[in-house]
């Protein structure tokens, strides 16, 4: 029997299987780092997909809020837009600002702190009011809840118009308060002072319907 023959096959066998063994741990050591590689990649893909949704909302949830816009008729924090009637007491002066008269007067809120209060009283010689007032936050002038009357006051300066023979123009100063009532109404006290021909002073006294 050739021995050497079979001990040469022997060893061409074991030398096939140990390559055959170790291309086959090879083939799984790629394997295994491509997966590893591809995990990594996806997991920095979506850091950074979530990292750049958070850098493209935070600058819009920390934008700084837009200027408000001047809306004629507004509610302010002094309470709703109204129009009213009620009565002027006169106090001093010769205009209609200081004589008894009918008054019609108006608050139209611009921003939740200004309003325009154009208004007119009706008497010889009729005055028409057009002051711009800032107005305060409503306030509570009682401590007990029970007994809570709320009012919202104003001040302000415009402009006094006599529509007398000769019309005349001159400075106004005005002040007062809002009484809020209900939903629908607010009553309105306030001072008025005119400087047109001399100073006059008067008082008013009215209801408005809120709008």
């Known amino acids: 029997m050739n021995y050497s023959l079979v001990k040469r096959t022997v060893s061409l066998v074991g030398f096939t299987a140990f390559i055959i063994t170790f291309s086959g741990f090879k083939a799984n050591a790629e394997t295994t780092s491509a997966t590893a590689l591809t995990g990594t990649t996806n997991a920095n ?24 816009a001047i809306t004629p008729g507004r509610a302010t924090r002094g309470g709703s837009s ?22 019609v ?24 009011l057009l002051p711009l007032t800032l107005d305060f936050p409503v306030e509570s002038v009682t401590e007990t809840p029970q007994q809570q009357l709320n009012v919202a006051p104003y001040i302000g300066g415009g402009a006094a118009i006599s529509t007398g023979r000769d019309s005349t123009v001159g400075f106004l100063l005005t002040g007062g308060v809002d009484v809020p009532l209900s939903n629908e109404f607010t009553a309105n006290a306030g001072v008025n002072v005119g400087f047109i021909d001399e ?4 008082l008013q006294l009215g209801v408005g319907y809120n709008f």
Not at 45 to 68: D, R
Not at 83 to 103: H, K, M, P, Q, R
């Open 105 to 128: 007067f108006s608050k139209f809120g611009l921003t939740n702190n200004f309003s325009a209060r154009p208004g007119a009283l009706f008497g010889d010689n009729t005055v028409i």
């Open 199 to 202: 100073t006059d002073v008067g």
């Open 82 to 103: 109204y129009i009213g009637v009620g009565g002027n007491i006169g106090l001093s002066g010769d205009t209609t600002i200081g004589e008894g008269a009918f008054a």
């Open 45 to 68: 893909v979506s850091t950074n997909a979530t990292q750049l949704q958070t850098q493209t909302l935070t600058p819009e949830a920390s934008a700084p809020e837009v200027a408000q």
